[in-house]
């Protein structure tokens, strides 16, 4: 093989593929949730547009996917739309730059087509965000390539 079909000095390298994907059914949330967990983000990251009836969170996510001896992390966006409610606990709007880190998202079944949708935060049992949704409609983006993160999320058993 010549110098061209060669990885030299990284060049031919096939940049990793930003995370696209859509949750629709119920049975699709889990490997959405799946890959959002320990998605660290600060208060001020998360955004609800009532006209738009959408809540985002920006969020840089743990690429749990990776294996890998080298922790990385994406910058990714979580959009969940069709939003008809919003409750939350424990967590202060105000303190914007306050850290938090998602561990899962669970669907409750509403009247069909509606679902209820809990947003888990690291930090005690009474940190999240309850979402009432007309149907699923969940989506997630990574915006950029994954970059090297600075630690590896621990979990204890």
Known sequence: MGLFGQNVLGWGKVPA???????????DLPAISAIVQDGALRVGDIAYDPTGRHLTLRMNRFCHEAGGATPLRAPSVLRISDVTAIKRRGIDLTQTLGALSLLDISAEALEAPAFALTL?????????IRLEVECLDVLLLDLAAPRRAKSTPLHEL
């Open 17 to 27: 593929k930003p995370l696209r994907l859509i949750a629709h059914e119920a049975d």
């Open 120 to 128: 888990r935060f690291a930090g005690g049992a009474d940190k999240d």
